[in-house]
Every structure is written in structure tokens, then in C-alpha cells.
């Protein structure tokens, strides 16, 4: 089973942040010329979330969590407030033939493991959650559709991350009332 994280997203402050970064080594050469280069195919994301008015049973689940996690230590799956949807997207197939789900994120796509809310669409015609199974987050066929299929799906995805800290600080605000700062980053 899927470790999901337990607080629901859409219980962010508007004010919470989302950031892409790069690892780029370069090197300046004496008469100026530069080469740069990056190892990485996709960038790494951070979701910076802040919890303005979290209930006592919240914060309780948030610090239960944070310890099943061990802190940083395992990952898990979030459904962001904003980028969390994909609606008949139209999928690539892999090399082992099974088709594989993506996660949008202004403009940049990518590979996704955890996804719920799945409708499978091959030549617009809607597939029975029989004709195929889902494995970390490819969509594998009992019978292969033929080739030139367009194979769609529409569902609700889940970012893999990770919490970007080993320690978490909740602030009482009042009596059961309580503030959350959490930063998750993209792990795959």
C-alpha cells in the first residue's frame, strides 16, 4: 500500500511555494569561454507548504507521519493543490510496451509512480479496469492495443517525495489551533 501524505493540500496558505532547480557544472576557460554541462534529465522540484491553521487531530497526524517517515528518511506520495490533474492525456509507450503516466508541472513533463482516479481510454473508447494493471505507474495491457492506437488516460496523480528536513516544528497558534512550515522534495 501507497504512504500518502495525511493532510490534505488544499489546506495550504496561498503564499506557499513551488521551486525547480538544475545542477549545472561550468567552467570558465582563461580567454573566457565557457562550458557548461548537467547531469540531470529532469529537474528537482521542492514544495514549500504552510499550514496557517492546522486542528489538533491535523497536527497529531502530521507528527505521527513525520515519524512513520523517519523524518527524511523514507519516501512517499503527495497530490499537490495545483498540479495534481491530468485529463485525457495522450501517453507514450515505453519500450517494454506498457504506456506510461506523467505528472505536469508548468510546461515540463515527467514520469509518475502513484496515481488514483485512473480512466483508460484506447481510441477514445473507455477500457474496463480489468484490461489492464498498473505498475509503478505504467499502465500494462492483458491484450496489447494495436500499434497505431491512441492509448489516453484521465486521472489524479501524486508527486514521489521526500520531507526536505530531519526535524519538524508545529506553532500553536491557540487553544487547538496550530501552524505548520513543510518542505517536500522530489525524489525518484
Given at each position: 500500500?501507497?504512504l ?27 580567454s ?28 497529531d497526524?502530521?507528527?505521527?507521519f ?29 519500450t ?11 510546461g ?23 484490461s ?15 500499434a497505431?492506437?491512441?492509448v ?13 528536513d ?6 500553536q ?10 518542505k517536500?522534495?522530489?525524489v525518484?
Amino acid at each position: 500500500m501507497a504512504l500518502l501524505f495525511p493532510i490534505n493540500p488544499k489546506r495550504v496558505k496561498w503564499s506557499s511555494e513551488v521551486t525547480q532547480s538544475w545542477t549545472v557544472n561550468e567552467q570558465t576557460s582563461a580567454s573566457g569561454k565557457r562550458r557548461a554541462m548537467s547531469y540531470q534529465t529532469l529537474p528537482a522540484w521542492q514544495f514549500n507548504l504552510e499550514f496557517p491553521a492546522l486542528t489538533a487531530e491535523e497536527r497529531d497526524k502530521l507528527f505521527a507521519f513525520y515519524s512513520r517517515c523517519k523524518g527524511s528518511l523514507l519516501p512517499f506520495f503527495y497530490k499537490d493543490a495545483e498540479s495534481y490533474k491530468a485529463d485525457k492525456l495522450r501517453l507514450a509507450q515505453n519500450t517494454d510496451g506498457s504506456f506510461q503516466l506523467v505528472a505536469h508541472m508548468h510546461g515540463q513533463q515527467e514520469p509518475i509512480e502513484y496515481a488514483d482516479m485512473l480512466s483508460v481510454y484506447v481510441d477514445d473508447v473507455l477500457q474496463d479496469a480489468s484490461s489492464y494493471t498498473v505498475d509503478r505507474g505504467a499502465i500494462v495491457f492483458t491484450t496489447q492495443p494495436d500499434a497505431k492506437a491512441a492509448v489516453t488516460a484521465s486521472y489524479e496523480y501524486y508527486w514521489k517525495v521526500c520531507f526536505s528536513d530531519s526535524k519538524i516544528t508545529l506553532k500553536q497558534l491557540y487553544k487547538d489551533i496550530f501552524s505548520a512550515s513543510v518542505k517536500l522534495k522530489v525524489v525518484r
